[in-house]
């Protein structure tokens, strides 16, 4: 046991600590309340140590309380003093607060993260979108008069060979034969392999 532990451990109770440990163990609230009381001060203290925000050690003290309080039966007199088992309770007790409060941090870090990375990856696809659009575009003026208007139709429009043959008032054949060389000029212009 530690100075500061036994300068904060009322007299005369650490020695009755082991069969008060004994009584609360088989579910004695008086004997709790001397436990609570030899121990209470200690273990906030460790407590406050680790996680050094009052609040949230007040929280995990009485959280390991509680502990000793359901666990009280696994005390082991053979593995060391009642403090000692007490104030390991608190340290790890402490430890994984410490570790939960870091965890949530970085889990609310990662959310924030994957936020912007969206807005970033959402603006590139505009960016990329745009510059197909000019692209298609300038190959598209640089297509013939009669090339464009087929490929307009077709593709802008929606209409078949045929609807665009009758829109134009071409043989069917001629519009076939334009709308090919012109997604022909246009393939080579975007520099699109076949």
Do not use: N
Not at 119 to 136: K, L, P
């Amino acid at each position: 046991m530690t100075e500061r532990a036994r300068q904060k451990t009322p007299p005369g109770l650490e020695d009755d600590l082991p069969s008060l440990m004994g009584k609360v163990a088989q579910g004695d609230r008086e004997a709790f309340s001397g436990i609570f009381t030899a121990v209470s001060e200690p273990v906030l203290g460790t407590v406050l140590r680790v996680l050094r925000d009052r609040a949230m050690s007040e929280e995990v003290a009485q959280e390991v309380l509680v502990e000793v309080w359901r666990t009280a039966p696994r005390y082991d007199p053979g593995r060391g003093s009642v403090l000692t088992w007490v104030l390991t309770i608190a340290h790890r007790r402490a430890i994984d607060r410490v570790r939960s409060e870091q965890a949530a941090s970085a889990r609310e870090e990662r959310v924030a993260r994957l936020g912007r990375e969206t807005e970033f990856d959402e603006v590139a696809e505009e960016v990329e979108a745009r510059e197909e659009r000019a692209a298609v575009r300038r190959c598209l003026d640089g297509l013939t008069e009669p090339q464009r208007q087929s490929v307009t139709l077709a593709y802008y429009a929606g209409l078949t060979y045929r609807e665009v043959a009758e829109r134009l008032c071409q043989p069917l054949g001629t519009v076939k034969s334009r709308m090919r060389e012109g997604l022909i000029r246009l393939r080579d212009c975007m520099g699109v392999t076949a």
